[in-house]
């Protein structure tokens, strides 16, 4: 598997997280020796990872989520770190989101999370949108 298949398949494995609601699978994919930062939309910054995966089970915990689908992911390599941007379709709606990723024993794993309103046009959903930068 090459690297960026490795990254969008974390990525992707944290957009099916979310949408399973799988708080076991959630918690896998953050870090656990860097630091971590999460912010969701309207939400302030939470910065331990505790309390990171805390303000997941709080989101999980609701009475339902909204299908949730990752879009034309962009895959960005600097060294031993890769941040993805991508688009989040929910209920026909898009967020903007930045998922940063480290390699933590072996694995990329997740550092950082950040979603919120966008104005931009959301590209067709494409191979030829990813894209790496070394």
């Known amino acids: 598997m090459s690297e960026l298949d490795a ?5 992707e494995a944290f957009y099916r997280a979310f949408a399973d609601r799988d ?9 656990v020796s ?16 505790c309390d990171v995966i805390e303000s997941w089970r709080a989101i999980f915990s609701g009475a339902t989520s909204p299908a949730i689908n990752c879009v034309a992911p962009r895959v960005y390599f600097y060294g031993e770190a890769a941040f993805v941007v991508c688009f989040e379709e929910i209920q ?18 997740m550092v950082h999370h950040q979603a919120g309103p966008t104005r931009a046009v959301v590209p067709p959903s494409s191979d030829e949108l990813q894209r790496t930068v070394n």
């Open 7 to 11: 990254v969008l398949f974390a990525n």
């Open 23 to 31: 708080m076991d699978a959630m918690e896998d994919l953050w870090a």
């Open 34 to 49: 860097a630091p971590v930062c999460c912010i969701h939309p309207g939400w302030e910054a939470i910065y331990e990872r």
């Open 92 to 109: 026909g709606d898009h967020l903007i989101a930045t998922n940063y990723f480290v390699r933590e024993a072996g694995r990329w794993r």
